[in-house]
């Protein structure tokens, strides 16, 4: 089991580091970004692999990345611990976390699993226009979107900016991991394939689980 400084260290190490992050995000910025580094970019959800790409610049050097891999699942970076990187709108309820198993076993193992939850303020595409845009950039609507639309299924808005507005660190045990929920159990992936279910830890529940946090 990692001892309780070690941990304290990962801690201090997340927070010097991540003070530094940027504050405000413009989509195309960012996802042009994104495409000059072959990172994640033509995720429709681009803020949480820009906020994960932003804090692991900012972790390197000072943690491993990525994390340990429990078999499908690969944590963000380690140090002492694994450590988990979400960001989330501030308007959200609930926010889905790593695969349940893979969380499990990290806990199993180093007797604690943190995560790094960055909220920011969010503003939504209204017109399409910035949905139009990432198609072209994309070259053109993807396999996914296409079975949504033969679906009927609606679009989700797209993010067309973000501002941080706080970081939240979580250290979850064997005891306080019952307190999460679970989501995506019996959803499928765009390839069909089933996916795993997954921790979602509700906003009032981050709240009360919070071990420290940085205000921008």
Same mark, same amino acid.
């Given at each position: 089991m990692t001892s309780v400084q070690a941990v304290l260290s990962d801690l201090e190490t997340l927070k010097s580091r991540l003070s530094g992050l940027p504050v405000k995000w413009d989509g195309r910025?960012?996802?042009?970004?994104?495409?000059?580094r072959?990172?994640?970019?033509?995720?429709? %959800?681009w803020i949480g692999f820009?906020?994960? $790409?932003? /804090?692991? &610049?900012? +972790?390197?050097?000072?943690?491993?990345?990525?994390?340990?891999?429990?078999?499908?699942?690969?944590?963000?970076v380690s140090?002492?611990?694994?450590?988990?990187?979400?960001?989330?709108?501030?308007?959200?309820?609930a926010s889905i976390l790593n695969d349940v198993e893979a969380t499990d076993l990290s806990i199993q %193992?180093?007797?604690?699993?943190?995560?790094? $939850?960055? /909220?920011? &303020?969010? +503003?939504?595409?209204?017109?399409?226009?910035?949905?139009?845009?990432?198609?072209?950039?994309?070259?053109?609507?993807?396999r996914y979107e296409a079975d949504r639309i033969e679906r009927g299924a609606r679009s989700r808005r797209?993010?067309?900016s973000a501002q941080v507005k706080e970081i939240n660190f979580v250290l979850l045990d064997e005891d306080n991991i019952t307190r999460l929920g679970? /989501?995506?159990?019996?959803?499928?992936?765009?390839?069909?394939?089933?996916?795993r279910a997954k921790y979602q830890i509700t906003k009032a529940k981050l709240a009360a689980l919070r071990s420290d946090q940085l205000v921008f």
């Open positions: 910025e960012c996802i042009l970004q994104m495409k000059e072959d990172y994640h970019w033509r995720q429709m %959800e820009y906020g994960q $790409m932003l /804090a692991e &610049d900012l +972790l390197r050097g000072s943690m491993s990345i990525p994390g340990e891999r429990y078999g499908n699942a690969e944590f963000d140090g002492a611990i694994n450590w988990d990187i979400k960001v989330h709108p501030t308007t959200t309820n %193992e180093n007797g604690v699993h943190g995560l790094v $939850m960055i /909220a920011v &303020d969010a +503003l939504y595409d209204e017109t399409g226009e910035f949905k139009a845009w990432h198609d072209v950039l994309k070259g053109g609507t993807s797209r993010k067309v679970r /989501a995506q159990e019996g959803w499928r992936n765009s390839n069909g394939a089933p996916r």
